[in-house]
């Protein structure tokens, strides 16, 4: 399937730069699609679709005009006129044509390559199978994207210096593309029974390029399917939730096996996060192993579980012992639960000094181990099998993903056809998800036709499994397929960043569009390609941070790809990588172990991905450059991120990172550099550019205002002191992480015409403004995309600026639909006018306000869920001003009216709290207050005044949660264990943590929490 995507993206490519060179005598045309979404598409577009069609149905070949006459003035653009030859853009179409033509053929060559049904012909005297047809067309697409890309990138360089071009390069372009459409008429001329190209109706077209006849899903679908859990093992949760909890003087392992996709994981992960489980163990260690992980690897894992930093190693290269060390140290009087997911063991001994190690921790602990291979299960000790569900189980996880809000009457009327498609799942939880997430908005007729595929007949059993695993893929969206093999180049069970994810489908040509890549992500999600999700914290709609994939659908995205994209290990057993067929690769060198300076010789890689273990500058200083000048026509993605975090050599880019002419994606994070490489400003094609943590950072290169397609900079954790005045000309930039204001307070202004920013835009240094004036033309109220500002004053400057620190922030207003807020290290005293209109702010922070002497009035803020104040040195007092009471308010005013979460930090002074005020914070759920010395009691609408008060009295709030941390008056008058004479005020709130121990807990509100979360 590689194949197709590599042509299609040629295809997108082509396309486009048409849309640049020609123009029209009609607007680009609109349809609405069945999900009732506007869509436009250009004539270009629609042309190449009918073209298809006509050569399908045999009305036309392939070197016709494909244009039609009259309707459409299909010309080059004026600027174009007499400076491209017309025979460019004719060779061009004709280009497009064969590529779409072939682009058809591929995808139903696939469906071969599954069966093995390799049927024959002879192309230019050569007898061939459709799997080496497929490889030749691997080869084209190469070709063909890398001069589609040379020759962009050379109308994009004429357009920004037309007057400065030398001998223009057109007539060369014209012969290469003229060789390729001579390449691709013999790979035409193939027999029919291969490959059957049907005509395509406008509702088939629009399928194909948005997003197929499932459309894209809903958010509400999408958390039902991630979130939910495998139905059918309640009982077996709850007999291994008893066996974890037995007392034992000797720490035993179980383990659980099971063949892939039966839910090994996903039951070791429902008792691992069990409210018993949670309350048992002192500590919770969760590792996972692969058929690659050494038993140093795992045991690395563990002490990086437990706290160890990777430095703490770094001097000891490949030894087992200091590892087992900081174990032994680690687990001592403690009670553990320890879980390896995935456990392969190929030599039994090296094992054995681990587990006896964790033999050291407090009885009562416990090791659970996860396996497809039942003969390791039974060297390591009792065993929980995992039986297959039922076929009640199995059908109502059918039912809750392949039924998902549609009528009891669709329900009945699919049943049977429903039943018979589960039984070919052979009861595994993750085809059947799988399977019915992809029947979720088929009719009937689709229904009988996944029945009645022939692909059921596979009888080799792993590509049984694959066959429902095809069926979704084949199903999805034709960009949905193309991202969804870019994760073959991960390895088994790594943990993937959503957001680097789709900024590399970009860099590839995947998805044009980070919006489009976010649907593309959904899609998978919904169709569980995706499993172990970590949601980005305060984000009540589960906006998912990373993720890992299963490991079923790993080896199927694997088998798709073969060998174009390869994650390999650089160990003392390593193979070279194959140099014919790769074009993306992850390269993880173990500790100790030399640079291999072969892989730079490696031909056509799009994507390199580098995890570096040892201590070396070796990579950057030798290698990098013999790799660079070797990849600088094929390289689209570069990641070096953290080959130097823990060394102390300041490290140099080399100018040759400017070759790369077509890379569109650099990840530099973790490196210790001083600088980047004026070269770098060459590549004009870049459009991420990420340098997070680069400790080290000083300068941005003067010329970054080259780099005009660049849409993320990334640049959290720099020391850059401020930003060079090029940036103003990013006009593309959606992502900005920081923006730093110069030492002279200048450099605001260049955020003037930066309007495409979105997400989240920290600016630092606000302290070094001294007029006002700057901070306005940075016109940040006009930024309508962003969601999350944080303002930061810090300055080390001496002197008091309260009155500047206050006309700054005035002048610096955000969007009124921004969400998240937060202020630092203002030294003024008084609040902002503009906060009031901030009417969808949810989250807001305020730290270190050193002169304010009351809180500010945020009471009237109506969509306000978090709120936390931190080290505000002046205040001593609360009262019914931090409400926001307005004159003339009316008495039935709701105060924070959707308040969930209340955080207090280091508020030394603050000592009295008044508040008796009805309807105030009706939605809270957790208040916390963590070292605030001074406070002497709750106000007293938060404490009831005699048994069942909360019931008598409908103004009293009623958190579910309550926190009291460093905070020795409050511990002495609630704290019960100490004789708190006040417990029973408190003690309604099903949850109490006080000096970080949990003195009762509500169940629900134990998930994923640890007992230092303040």
């Known amino acids: 399937m590689a194949e197709h995507a590599m042509v299609s993206v040629v295809v997108e490519k082509v396309i486009e730069m048409l849309e640049l060179l020609v123009c029209y005598s ?220 037995l007392s034992s003087t000797e720490i035993p392992i179980i383990s659980i096996s099971g063949t892939e996709g039966t839910g090994k994981t996903t039951l070791a992960t429902l008792a691992y996060n069990s409210y018993d489980v949670m309350r048992y163990f002192d500590i919770r260690i969760w590792v996972s192993a692969s058929a690659e992980s050494d038993v140093l690897s795992v045991a690395s894992s563990i002490a990086e579980a437990l706290g160890a930093s990777a430095s703490a190693f770094s001097s000891q290269g490949q030894e087992l012992e200091p590892y087992l060390r900081y174990i032994r140290k680690s687990i001592a009087r403690n009670r553990f639960i320890l879980v390896i997911d995935d456990v392969w063991i190929e030599d039994n001994s090296t094992w054995k000094s681990l587990l006896q190690t964790l033999q050291e921790g407090r009885p009562g602990s416990k090791i659970l181990v996860t396996t497809d291979d039942q003969s390791i299960a039974d060297k390591i000790g009792p065993t929980e099998n995992i ?212 892989v730079s010789e490696v031909k056509n890689l799009r994507s390199l991905r580098i995890q570096y273990g040892s201590t070396t500058c070796s990579l950057i200083s030798e290698v990098l450059p013999k790799l660079l000048d070797q990849s600088r026509t094929t390289l689209r993605a570069l990641d070096l991120s953290g080959q130097s975090w823990y060394e102390n050599m300041t490290i140099k880019i080399p100018a040759e990172i400017g070759n790369l002419e077509f890379l569109r994606y650099l990840n530099l994070s973790l490196l210790k550099i001083a600088e980047l490489p004026e070269e770098l400003c060459r590549l004009w094609n870049l459009q991420t550019l990420e340098l997070n943590w680069c400790t080290n950072l000083e300068t941005l290169p003067q010329g970054m205002g080259k780099l005009i397609n660049l849409e993320h900079l990334l640049n959290v954790g720099t020391s850059l002191a401020s930003m060079p005045k090029e940036i103003e000309r990013l006009t593309r930039l959606c992502t900005l992480s920081e923006f730093i204001v110069s030492s002279d307070g200048g450099t605001l202004e260049y955020l003037k015409s930066l309007d495409e920013l979105r997400w989240s835009l920290h600016i630092r240094n606000l302290g070094n403004v001294t007029d006002a004036s700057k901070v306005a033309e940075a016109k940040l109220k006009n930024k309508v995309n962003l969601r999350g500002l944080c303002l930061n004053f810090e300055n080390h400057a001496e002197g008091e600026r309260i009155k500047e620190d206050e006309k700054v922030l005035e002048a610096a207003q955000p969007p009124e639909y921004l969400m998240r807020l937060e202020i630092r290290d203002y030294r003024g005293s008084t609040f902002p006018s503009w906060i009031d209109l901030l009417s969808r702010l949810t989250i807001l922070s305020l730290k270190d306000w050193t002169n304010c002497e009351q809180l500010p009035p945020l009471g009237n803020l109506p969509s306000l869920e978090s709120l936390s104040l931190f080290s505000m040195g002046s205040v001593r007092k609360v009262g019914n001003e931090f409400l926001g009471i307005k004159s003339g308010s009316a008495s039935s005013v709701t105060y924070f009216p959707r308040l969930k979460s209340l955080k207090f930090v280091n508020m030394e002074e603050w000592g009295d709290w008044e508040c008796e005020m009805a309807n105030v914070m009706p939605c809270l759920c957790s208040l916390s207050f963590v070292y605030c010395p001074e406070l002497k009691a709750l106000p007293g609408i938060f404490i009831s005044q005699e048994e069942n008060e909360s019931e008598k009295n409908p103004n009293l709030i009623k958190p579910k949660e309550l926190k009291i941390n460093w905070c020795p008056l409050l511990k002495e008058r609630y704290d019960k264990r100490s004789g708190g004479k006040e417990w029973g005020k408190i003690s309604r709130i099903p949850s109490i943590m006080i000096n970080f121990t949990y003195l009762q807990l509500e169940p629900e509100l134990l998930n994923y929490q640890t007992g230092m979360d303040i």
């Open 26 to 245: 009609r607007p680009y045309r609109q349809f609405y699609t069945r999900k009732g979404l506007l869509r436009t598409y250009s004539p270009v577009r629609i042309l190449f679709d009918k073209a298809k069609n006509k050569v399908a149905d045999g009305t036309a070949n392939d070197t016709e005009d494909w244009l039609p006459e009259g309707d459409v003035d299909f010309r080059l653009t004026p600027e174009c006129v007499g400076c491209i030859p017309p025979e460019l853009i004719r060779s061009v179409q004709v280009f497009l044509l064969r590529l779409g033509i072939i682009e058809e053929m591929v995808e139903d060559g696939e469906e071969s390559r599954l069966n093995e049904t390799y049927s024959r012909t002879v192309i230019s005297g050569v007898m061939t199978t459709v799997k080496d047809w497929l490889d030749l067309v691997k080869v084209v697409a190469t070709k063909s994207e890398d001069l589609v890309d040379e020759l962009s990138t050379e109308f994009l360089r004429w357009k920004q210096h037309p007057d400065q071009s030398d001998e223009p390069p057109w007539p060369d372009f014209t012969n290469k593309i003229q060789d390729l459409n001579d390449v691709l008429r013999p790979i035409l001329r193939l027999p029919k029974q291969w490959f059957q190209l049907d005509r395509r109706s406008q509702d088939d077209f629009q399928n194909r390029y948005e997003g197929g006849p499932c459309g894209f899903v809903s958010t509400s679908f999408l958390q039902t399917c991630s979130r939910s859990e495998i139905c059918g093992v309640d009982k077996e949760k709850k007999d291994l939730v008893g066996k974890l909890l």
């Open 387 to 598: 039986r297959r569900a039922s076929d009640e189980a199995s059908w109502s996880l059918f039912e809750s993903a392949a039924f998902y809000n549609r009528s009891r009457e669709v329900r009945e009327h699919l049943e049977h056809i429903g039943r018979k498609i589960v039984q070919q799942c052979h009861d595994l939880p993750l085809l059947i998800k799988i399977v019915g997430s992809t029947l979720h908005f088929k009719t009937e007729k689709e229904w009988q036709s996944i029945l009645d595929s022939k692909m059921w007949q596979v009888q080799d059993i792993e590509r049984h499994h694959f066959v429902p695993l095809w069926l979704s893929f084949t199903d999805m969206p034709f960009a949905v397929r193309m991202c969804f093999l870019y994760c073959a180049i991960f390895p088994k069970d790594y943990l993937i960043n959503k957001d680097e994810l789709i900024r590399l489908w970009m860099a590839h040509g995947y998805v044009h569009k980070e919006a489009i890549g976010q649907m593309c992500f959904d899609q998978m999600v919904e169709r569980s390609w995706f499993q172990k999700f970590e949601f980005e914290e305060d984000d009540d709609d589960g906006r998912i941070l990373r993720c890992k994939m299963p490991v079923l659908v790993h080896h199927f995205v694997r088998f798709l790809a073969e060998n174009y994209f390869a994650s390999i290990e650089v160990d003392g057993n390593f193979e070279e990588p194959r140099q014919v067929k790769l074009s993306h690769l992850f390269l993880r060198v173990s500790e100790g172990i030399s640079f291999p300076v072969t």
